[in-house]
């Protein structure tokens, strides 16, 4: 059974880069059958995706138009992981970020509050 | 972008009764590969990751109590609680996973009338 764990901040200051870590368990992040995604949720914004990395013989990632100039999502084969980076983060970028697995997200981390804030 | 737009934004249900939730996409969700709507619906909880409830439309995750019923088809699809009970107070998300981005609804919160 796949299972999320995910590790990071939960307050980052205005400008900076907010990074999070979703460690796999049950599956490999290099499976050529997985999708390994990140997804926010606040208030006003409800249920945002962000973006997502996959690999097909090599890496693949996909990214919102909202936050393409600021995110990475990258993967450490290494350790089964994959992680968010946003750059030059503002105070609507507060929310609780998830990691999920899937094409349609079956499988999710915990979630971690983040707050953007001086 | 594929645009999702639920109705109605809130909705008072009795205890027992049926609760319906409306999902509309503005561009067709068929995967012509498998001929399966790439549609999902989420129910989310106060502190807890939102859960995975019906893929394909209307796939019913296993564990998902069978009062929960997906249908639909193209552009416009339909959460079903058959016979409202407590625990089912949350937010419920229609999400579509045909394209990228993935877009979800805005949410339609259900409570007990």
């Known amino acids: 059974q796949v299972q999320l764990q995910q590790s990071g901040p939960g307050l980052v200051r205005p400008s900076q880069t907010l990074s999070l870590t979703c460690a796999i368990s049950?599956?490999?992040?290099?499976?050529?059958?997985?999708?390994w995604n990140w997804i926010r949720q606040s208030p006003s914004r409800g249920l945002e995706w962000l973006g997502r990395?996959?690999?097909?013989?090599?890496?693949?990632?996909d990214y919102a138009a909202s936050v393409r100039s600021r995110i990475i999502i990258n993967a450490d084969s290494s350790k089964n992981q994959f992680s968010l980076h946003l750059s030059s983060v503002i105070s609507d970028d507060t929310a609780v970020y998830y990691c999920?697995?899937?094409?349609?997200?079956?499988?999710w981390g915990q979630g971690t509050p983040v707050t953007v804030s001086s | 972008d594929i645009v999702m737009t639920q109705s109605p934004d809130s909705l008072a249900v009795s205890l027992g009764e049926r609760a319906t939730i409306n999902c509309k996409s503005s561009q067709n969700v068929l995967f012509s590969v498998n001929n399966k709507n790439s549609l999902g619906w989420y129910q989310l909880k106060p502190g807890q990751p939102p859960k995975l409830l019906i893929y394909g439309a209307s796939t019913r995750v296993s564990g998902v109590p069978d009062r929960f019923g997906g249908s639909g088809s193209g552009t416009d699809f339909t959460l079903t609680i058959s016979s409202l009970q407590a625990e089912d107070v949350a937010v419920y998300y229609c999400q579509q996973y045909l394209a990228v981005p993935i877009t979800f609804g805005q949410g339609t919160r259900l409570e007990i009338k």
């Open positions: 999920a697995a899937g094409w349609s997200f079956e499988i």
């Open positions: 049950g599956d490999s992040v290099s499976s050529n059958s997985a999708a």
């Open positions: 990395t996959y690999y097909r013989s090599e890496w693949h990632d």
